[in-house]
């Protein structure tokens, strides 16, 4: 009689069934812990200017852009946030928390705050008061951010443009960056993934020296391609190698544009003793694609949480002398490039079966 009333108290006491467990911890610092965006659905914005245009091309009847650009409408995209929010940078972030909490949704927020527009041994990157100013945008961020489910793309191309700043203020642009991390990293239901390049662009020794100086040990891990155009498989085999250098920190890869790769080409030095530069095209390539759309199904899940889209399809680069905006022809390009690839289909070119000249892709 015992034994059986001990039975029944062990089973009463036991383990609570799978619904009741507690979810993956949303910050997820712990490389063992579960992904933290699995399962999640991500805010789909209906007042996008991507939404926007499908539905002035369906009342148009234009039926053939409304069905290119559904296919960015239809993704879920990172919002942006910087010095260009404003006025009113409090109302506007809570307006986008509050609408992806509304239809059950977590929002991807993509932070630019810290100033880097410029290459020179005397750039100042904003300065000792362009410091201030933003580590007090990181903190209202913070506030604003609260207690809400988000998933934060901290500072794109931030280190990466590290050597572009003046050799005087290169440290200050590092405590910058930790400042904000430290800020953000307290939230209680913010997964943080930190920028980290891409596969195209610096040593994986060096961003991982990088990462660990600004502080990545304090959230989940880094993100990859944010602003570039290289292969996802290119990004993983890369992201596996800075993992490896920090202790097993996952990443994301952002595909909203590289389903059909960068644009790369030689420039020579010297032909004849065989010297030459990779030259990457970053200022809007031609004729690119949409790449995977987002999705926790990666081909690495052991250490990819997720392809994101963390730059926003359509929208031109402002260095041919447009504003950053949303640029229709751009938008319509990309969808009809569209892939699901992650390397260079063998007999490709720049991402293309069929020949095209190299001034297309913006090769000079």
């Known amino acids: 009689m015992r034994r059986l009333l001990l039975c029944c108290v062990l089973l009463a006491l036991g383990a609570a069934p799978a619904s009741a467990q507690a979810p993956a911890d949303p910050r997820g610092v712990d490389p063992a812990s579960p992904n933290p965006l699995a399962g999640l659905r991500l805010f789909v914005d209906h007042d996008s200017p991507a939404w926007e245009a499908w539905r002035r091309y369906e009342r148009r009847g ?3 852009k409304a069905a290119l650009v559904w296919k960015i ?9 910087g010095r260009f929010t404003r006025p009113n940078f409090h109302v506007k972030v809570r307006r986008r928390i509050d609408a992806a909490k509304a239809v059950g949704q977590v929002p991807v927020f993509t932070l630019l705050r810290a100033e880097s527009t410029k290459c020179s041994p005397t750039y100042q990157g904003g300065g000792p008061r362009g410091d201030r100013a933003t580590r007090k945008w990181y903190d209202a961020m913070a506030r604003s951010i609260g207690n809400d ?4 793309a901290f500072e794109p191309d931030s280190l990466g443009t590290i050597d572009c700043m003046a050799r005087s203020r290169r440290d200050d642009r590092y405590k910058l960056l930790r400042y904000g991390v430290n800020a953000l990293s307290k939230l209680p239901n913010a997964t943080i993934y930190l920028e980290a390049g891409a596969s195209d662009w610096e040593s994986a020794p060096l961003t991982a020296k990088k990462l660990r100086r600004i502080g990545v040990a304090k959230v989940r891990g880094f993100m990859l391609n944010a602003t570039h155009y290289d292969w996802t498989g290119a990004n993983i085999q890369h992201g596996l190698e800075v993992s490896r250098l920090i202790g097993g920190k996952h990443f994301i ?3 909203a544009e590289n389903g059909r790769g960068p644009v790369h080409y030689k420039r020579w030095i010297d032909r004849s003793r065989h010297i030459w530069r990779r030259i990457n095209i970053w200022c809007n390539p031609g004729l690119r694609g949409l790449g995977p759309a987002p999705t926790t199904a990666t081909a690495n899940p052991s250490r990819v949480d997720a392809y994101l889209w963390i730059n926003r399809p359509g929208f031109a680069q402002s260095c041919q002398g447009r504003k950053i905006d949303w640029f229709a022809p751009r938008a319509l390009t990309l969808a009809r490039f569209a892939t699901n ?8 070119v720049h991402g293309h079966f069929k020949r095209y000249p190299n001034s297309v892709f913006g090769i000079p």
């Open 62 to 64: 234009q039926r053939g």
């Open 73 to 81: 409408a239809r993704e879920p995209r990172s919002l942006w946030f």
């Open 149 to 152: 489910r988000v998933i934060i």
């Open 253 to 255: 890869v952002n595909t």
């Open 341 to 348: 690839w992650l390397r260079a289909p063998r007999g490709t």
